[in-house]
C-alpha cells in the first residue's frame, strides 16, 4: 500500500468541495411569493391588525366599511395578510387639486400598511398598480392620494418628494403621479 503525502489528498479532495461551494444557499425569503388580492368582508380583522402594527388608529368597522366598497387589496405572503392597501372612490377636480361633492371620477388611494419584515420587497408598488387597475376597470379618470398632511414650504413639491419623500411618496413619483400642495396638504394624483 502506498502512502500519500497530505497534500496529495487534499489536492484530490479540492474538486468536490469546490462542486459543493457552488450549490447556493437560498433563504426562505427567495422564494416568498406575495399575492396581491382583494380584502373581503373575512380579511377585516386580519387587516385591523396589520394597520394597527403599522401605527395606524383604527377599529374594525372603520376598516369593514371600506372594504364593503370592493377597492381595496392585501398582499399576502403564504396566505398571510402582510400589507394592506386601501382605497374607495372620490370626485377630484384636478384644476384646482380639490376634493369636491358630485360624481365620483378617482379612486383615493389610503397609505398602505406593510408590516416591517415585508418593506423593501416591492409589495407598495404592486397594491398602488393594483388600485389603479380597479380605478380604470370601474372607468374612474383619477388615482389620487393625500402624501402628507403637512404642506411643505417649497413650491417645488415634486423635487422636494424626490429628494425626501416617504417610501409611498417615492413609489408615485416613479408611477408619474403630480404632486401639489393644498389646504388637505401633499396631493399625489395621475390620470388612468
Not at 433563504?27 to 380584502?39: A, G, N, R, Y
Not at 378617482?106 to 423593501?120: K, M, N, R, S, T
Request: net charge negative; aromatic share 8%.
Amino acid at each position: 500500500m502506498k502512502a500519500g503525502f497530505k497534500s496529495e489528498l487534499m489536492e484530490s479532495e479540492a474538486p468536490q468541495k469546490q462542486k459543493e461551494k457552488k450549490k447556493k444557499f437560498h433563504s426562505p425569503t427567495d422564494f416568498e411569493h406575495v399575492e396581491v388580492k382583494k380584502l373581503m368582508d373575512e380579511d377585516v380583522e386580519e387587516a385591523s391588525k396589520v394597520m394597527r402594527k403599522c401605527l395606524f388608529t383604527v377599529t374594525d368597522e372603520e376598516i369593514g366599511g371600506i372594504v364593503e366598497k370592493g377597492m381595496s387589496y392585501g398582499g399576502f405572503v403564504d396566505r398571510i395578510l402582510v400589507a394592506v392597501a386601501l382605497s374607495w372612490s372620490v370626485r377630484f377636480n384636478s384644476e384646482t387639486w380639490e376634493f369636491e361633492e358630485g360624481e365620483e371620477n378617482a379612486v383615493f388611494l389610503e397609505d398602505d400598511a406593510i408590516l416591517l419584515a415585508y418593506e423593501g420587497r416591492g409589495i407598495r408598488e404592486l397594491l398602488i398598480e393594483k388600485r389603479e387597475e380597479e380605478g380604470r376597470e370601474r372607468r374612474l379618470k383619477y388615482a389620487v392620494a393625500i402624501t402628507s398632511p403637512i404642506s411643505p414650504e417649497e413650491a417645488k413639491v415634486g423635487e422636494v418628494v424626490q429628494q425626501r419623500g416617504n417610501k409611498t411618496e417615492k413609489a408615485l413619483l416613479k408611477r408619474g403621479y403630480k404632486f401639489s400642495k393644498t389646504r388637505n396638504g401633499v396631493v399625489a394624483y395621475k390620470e388612468l
